[in-house]
Nanobody, 130 residues
Framework: QLQLVGSGGGLVQPGGSLRLSCAASGFAFHYYDIAWFRQAPGKEREGVACFTSANGRTNYRDSVKGRFTISRDNAKNTMYLLMNSLTPEDTAVYYC???????????????????????WGQGTQLTVSS
């Protein structure tokens, strides 16, 4: 049974850091493109970061560049999102997602579009507040 289980959310003060984790099972995790999305109250779900399995390329939305880092440990079937310099605008439910890679081209870049992802974790809440 394919499963993604996100964890690590919580309450953090502005300027703080947190690392989200997402454990995968039931599929060949190392082969899949992965991504983190988030959804704030009253807003649409948006792509935060993604990781291209074919070549290791990553992509980030502009508002988190330089602050967030997506990574993966294929040996542990786990993906991570390290978040630094958090602001209240980062408050949201964070979702991990995975999809078989649409391309194995050496210059391929993962998608940041929600419709492109097939498998989803259940979401973990991050609240940034003093």
């Amino acid at each position: 049974q394919l499963q993604l289980v996100g964890s690590g959310g919580g309450l953090v003060q502005p300027g703080g850091s947190l690392r989200l984790s997402c454990a995968a099972s039931g599929f060949a995790f190392h082969y899949y493109d992965i991504a983190w999305f988030r959804q704030a109250p009253g807003k649409e779900r948006e792509g935060v970061a993604c990781f291209t399995s074919a070549n290791g390329r990553t992509n980030y939305r502009d508002s988190v560049k330089g602050r967030f880092t997506i990574s993966r440990d294929n040996a542990k079937n786990t993906m991570y999102l390290l978040m630094n310099s958090l602001t209240p605008e980062d408050t949201a439910v964070y979702y991990c997602a995975a999809v078989p890679p649409p391309s194995l081209h050496p210059l391929a870049l993962c998608s940041m579009r929600q419709p492109d992802y097939v498998y989803w974790g259940q979401g973990t809440q991050l609240t940034v507040s003093s």
